[in-house]
């Protein structure tokens, strides 16, 4: 599977074909709104602004799977999101993003990232290339503002 071949939900409902996304540089992220990472949405967002016209696209993965640090409805995070951080960067509806319900999103993320393997915490960073290819992988310690983060994405822009 490419990641071209995956549909989503944005978590307006609206669906999304990530083939939409192809020739753009995408950062992928799992989110929680009380998680002690979120204030990294602040940093996402600013990412978003400033390289969003050289073809960064953030997408926002809201997910529940570490501590229920994300219990609410995508309506509800939606507006934390809006409300809190002005967030305008892509976001998707809930997903499972590690164990026996994963979606094939985060299938394909963790599986073809290197190192492999599961999510370990929220706010984990997925840097994928103009030709679908994931190019970098950063825990959650890594913050948008970081230097390695910043200079992944802005070699492949």
């Known amino acids: 599977m490419t990641l ?20 753009s540089v995408v950062l992928f992220v799992n989110v929680a709104s009380r998680c002690g990472f979120t204030p990294q949405y602040a ?21 529940n799977e570490f501590g229920a640090q994300e219990p609410g409805s995508n309506d509800e995070i939606e507006s934390f999101c809006g409300t809190k951080y002005n967030v305008t960067f892509t976001m998707l509806a809930k997903q499972v993003v590690k164990g026996g319900d994963i979606s094939a999103l985060y299938q394909w993320l963790t599986t073809g990232a290197s190192p492999s393997g599961d999510v370990q915490w929220n ?3 997925f840097v994928v290339n103009r030709e679908g290819q994931i190019v970098g992988r950063f825990r959650s310690n890594v913050t948008p503002e970081s230097r390695e983060l910043r200079d992944c994405i802005v070699n492949v822009l």
């Open 4 to 23: 071209n071949e995956i549909e989503v939900t944005k978590i307006n409902g609206a669906p999304l074909k990530l083939s939409e996304l192809a020739g």
């Open 43 to 63: 940093g996402l967002e600013a990412l978003h602004r400033e390289l969003s016209p050289k073809g960064l696209v953030v997408v926002g993965v809201p997910a």
């Open 123 to 125: 706010f984990e960073k």
